[in-house]
């Protein structure tokens, strides 16, 4: 299971969650191509293959983006060192969608903010990938950009061993203050990856996963252009 190295850095700012950005966004300007492989819409009412790690069970719910009458309801899960939950500590809720593919390498998905009660929520959305070097993790943190953090690599360890994950800053003031209102994301990840490794290329893209919350996801996909 993915460990998150900056859980740490939430510990001592979950007080000052107000707000929680990216490359692209805007709402119903886009369309599907034949070519888009759709991993994840929601339309048949179920979540699919979504897989709970850690949190609340998912939510298949009657809201959707660009026209879609469906989407899943990702929640929170604020974790104490007792086990108790209660907003003052971290935020652990991780759920992961595997969308195996090794020809299209442009991330394309619809997030909509759930209006909150007295907080909202920093989340992180990214993908696992096996690259030419080895297997790598491209995150986008809105927690980056609330503690005005740039982009970072960092090693966290899973059952196998430790793996490289490249961060980047997402926009709060895009995807997290403005609630209730659907965003389109898109992300060039071999763009990003380079960033970092000039040379590398993906070879594959595994899972796509998400954590933090209240979010609502739609359409989620994979595009070659």
């Not at 709402?27 to 949190?55: A, V």
Request: charged share 25%; aromatic share 16%; glycine share 8%.
């Amino acid at each position: 299971m993915k460990t998150f190295l900056y859980l740490t850095l939430l510990l001592f700012t979950s007080f000052i969650f107000i707000s929680c950005g990216s490359d692209r966004s805007g709402e119903n300007y886009y369309s599907f191509n034949d070519s888009d492989s759709i991993y994840w819409d929601g339309e048949d009412g179920t979540i699919g293959n979504w897989q709970l790690w850690q949190g609340h069970p998912i939510e298949n719910v009657a809201k959707g983006a660009n026209g879609s009458k469906r989407s899943i309801l990702l929640r929170e899960d604020w974790i104490g060192e007792d086990g108790d939950d209660y907003e003052s500590y971290i935020n652990g809720a991780s759920y992961h969608l595997p969308i195996q593919n090794d020809y299209q390498t442009i991330l394309e998905f619809d997030k909509m903010k759930k209006r909150g009660e007295k907080i909202n929520h920093c989340f992180i959305v990214g993908v696992k990938t096996i690259t030419e070097y080895g297997e790598r993790w491209i995150s986008f943190n809105t927690f980056y950009d609330l503690r005005k953090i740039d982009a970072s690599s960092q090693w966290f360890d899973t059952e196998n061993g430790s793996v490289l994950e490249f961060v980047f800053p997402l926009s709060m003031n895009e995807y997290v203050t403005q609630d209730s209102v659907w965003k389109h994301l898109r992300f060039d990840l071999n763009s990003y990856l380079q960033q970092f490794e000039p040379d590398n290329k993906i070879l594959s893209i595994e899972s796509f996963y998400f954590e933090g919350g209240d979010d609502y996801l739609d359409n989620i996909r994979l595009v070659s252009q």
